[in-house]
Structures are given as C-alpha cells and as structure tokens.
C-alpha cells in the first residue's frame, strides 16, 4: 500500500462502488436528493464504499459514467472519504442516522482503528506489512499497541526490525493527509480483510460445533436454518466431518485414527455404529485385534446414546488434528448430488 496510490480498479469495481462514483460526482445537493430513493440496505452499501475508497483517477470515473451513459471528463479525479460520505447523508437524514450508519462503517471492530489492528493476529499483520515500505510500516507501528509491535517485529526479520526501530526514534509529524490515506487503507486492505476471515473462522467453529451434535437435533436446526441461511448452511454442511465419513479414509489413514484413540473409546463408537460402518471398521483390523476389540463390545453390554456421540466425536476430532497436520488427507466431499 502506498498510501498517496489512487483508486485504479476500474474493470473489478463493484456495484455499490460504482453507485458511490456516480453520488460523489453529483456532489451533496443531487446525490444527496437521489439518495434519498434508496433503501437503507443500499444507502449503508454505498455509504460503505464512499468511506472506503479514497482516491479515483480520472479515467476510472470517466469509464464508470460512460456505463452510465454521460460523459463526465471534466469532474477530474474525486477522492471519497468518511467526510464526504457525511456530507451527502447530512443533505437527508437526521444528524444521529448519520452517525450511527458511519459509527457502524468505520466501527467493524472497537471503533478504534489503531487498538483493531493492535488486535489482529500478528502473522496476518504480519504479512501485509511485509509488502510495504519501511516508513509506511513504521508509522503504522508507532501507532498500535507496545505489545503487538513486539510481537510483530520479529516476525519481520532482523534487519529490517533495526531499520524500522531507526525510523520510529526519528519520526516525525506527518500531515494529516497522509494519516488519513494510511488509515483508510488500512480499513479497507487489513480490517476489512480480518472481517472475512473472521466469518471463516466462525464457520471453521460451527462446523466443529455441528460435528459433535446429536443427529436428531442437528436435523431439527438444520430444517430451521435452511430457511432463514439456505447457502450459509450449505456450504457448512460441506465441509462438516462426521463419524460415518471416516469409512472414506484409506486403510492406512483409518488406521491410524484407531491408534490415536484412547481407553475404550473406539469399542465404545463402534458399539453403537451402524451395522456397515462398524464392519467396515472391523474388516479393516487384523484377525487379533478384530476379536479382542469384537470382545470389548461384547463386555460393554448396553450404552448411553450420550457416550457413544462422545466417543464418535473423539474420534472426527483425532481424524481433523491429523489431517491437519498432514499426517492423513481426508476424503474429498462427495459433491455429485448437488443441483447447480
């Protein structure tokens, strides 16, 4: 990121982007007056990208209007910024609407840039930093947390720790400008970024989360939330590892998982397993081992539902934990029965 760089993404730029081109050339009175034809789903939208999107050359404005339909080489390049955005709001809603669809833009996180970033995961931190030049890096590091600067700096190699170290000692006033460039590319390259990979990693969980639910109630929840997030739930459901796909693994991979498993859990899964996927397992193991384990389950008698979805679970854990470590590979999701 540089952060004098001019917004350039003319053939990738999104609806709302584009919409938000199209008000800030109209300025506050016009795009103020259309605006007000909107939804509050769209005005947020392109609330969203006039805050975000900085700088647009010429050019690029000039390709957006002409799919318009005008002509609009004399407006030059315009800049969107969080003020801007205000500006146009402030021409229809109240002065609080205002605030609050801007407190919720520039607030994904605490509302403070700075403490956000001081947040993120420092290898994700991390890896942008490494892309940019030493006197970006180094004001951003004056900026955030004492504590994530350590951990941070190491990660960047010692030399350039040194050179960066060097930087932050002799630092200067920046103007604000060039601040507010840094800032609001950072809220548009990092944050937003982080968000993504934050709805990742809620999915990540809930698909753990789903695994180890009782069969019946994750159908009662999945017939609810087929209806109110039919793709949310579908791409989970893909992802979701359950005890009867471990019948997929290779030979070797399933037996590795049994291994790993400890005290009398897997005579415990397999006693209350359906009948295939119990042979499927016991067809797996040498003639010893079959029958001692065979033996186990005898002696087990009956077994509470509740222990058995214990032990399944152990053992989809023990099999994600290896695949994770690229001890195993999973089986690939069987796709074949999914409408386009």
Known sequence: MNQFASFRRAKRLTGPEKSAILFLCLGE???????????????????????????????????????????????????????????????????????EILNEIEGSGTGDLWKDLSLLDEKMLADYLRKEHNQTVAVILSRITPDAVAKVLPLLGHDRSVDLVERMVGMEELPSEAIHAIEDSLRREVLAKAGHDAEAEAEKKLVKVFNKLDAKLFEGLSRDLEQKIPEKLRAIKQKMFVFDDLVNLKANALARVMREVSGNSLPLALRGAEKEVREHFLSSMPARSRDMLIDEMKAMGPVKSREVKEAQSEMVEIALQLAESGDIELPETDEEDMIE
Do not use: C, H, N, W
């Not at 605006?35 to 990208?49: F, H, N, Y």
């Not at 339909?69 to 390049?77: F, I, R």
């Open 29 to 99: 009175d016009r795009g103020g007056a259309l605006m007000q034809q909107l939804d509050t789903a769209e005005i947020s939208k392109i609330t969203r990208a006039i805050s975000a999107m900085g700088e647009v050359q010429a050019e690029v404005v000039e390709e957006v209007m002409r799919e318009f339909g005008q002509k609009v080489s004399s407006y030059g390049g315009i800049t969107g910024s969080v003020e801007a955005a205000r500006g146009l709001l402030k021409g229809f809603l109240p002065e609080d609407r205002v605030a």
